[in-house]
């Protein structure tokens, strides 16, 4: 397995920017699929993006589509969100996570989940 670290995360105004990094440990990195998720107060906690171990294949969630991009760097091992045109309700802690399942958009499919990183977007 990984263990998985976030950073990144922050205060930012509405139509602003931030870089999310996701650092893994690990010799087997590569060879997982990884995902971006996150949490909203109150509410579930839901797919993002993710990203093959090749970075040519990507999948995103429709809220996010044309925003936000995930990439990663298997020689770092280190994975990215960089999320363009923050809106408000991009608020929430965000995760990043490796897939053990094998359905890239479902929660219980993936495991070794970092602490996450707060994202705030005020209005």
């Known amino acids: 397995q990984v263990q998985l670290v976030e950073s990144g995360g922050g205060l930012v105004q509405a139509g602003g920017s931030l870089r999310l990094s996701c650092a893994a440990s690990g010799r087997t990195f590569s060879t997982y699929v990884m995902g971006w998720f996150r949490q909203a107060p109150g509410k579930e906690r839901e797919f993002v993006a993710a990203?093959?171990?090749?970075?040519?294949?990507?999948y995103y969630a429709d809220s996010v589509l044309g925003r936000f991009t995930i990439s990663r760097d298997n020689a770092k091992n280190t994975v990215y969100l960089q999320m363009n045109s923050l809106k408000p309700e991009d608020t929430a802690v965000y995760y990043c996570?490796?897939?053990?399942?094998?359905?890239?958009?479902?929660?219980?499919?993936?495991?070794?989940w970092g602490q996450g990183t707060q994202v705030t977007v005020s209005s």
């Open positions: 996570a490796a897939l053990y399942g094998t359905n890239w958009y479902r929660v219980a499919d993936y495991g070794s």
């Open positions: 990203v093959r171990w090749s970075g040519n294949s990507t």
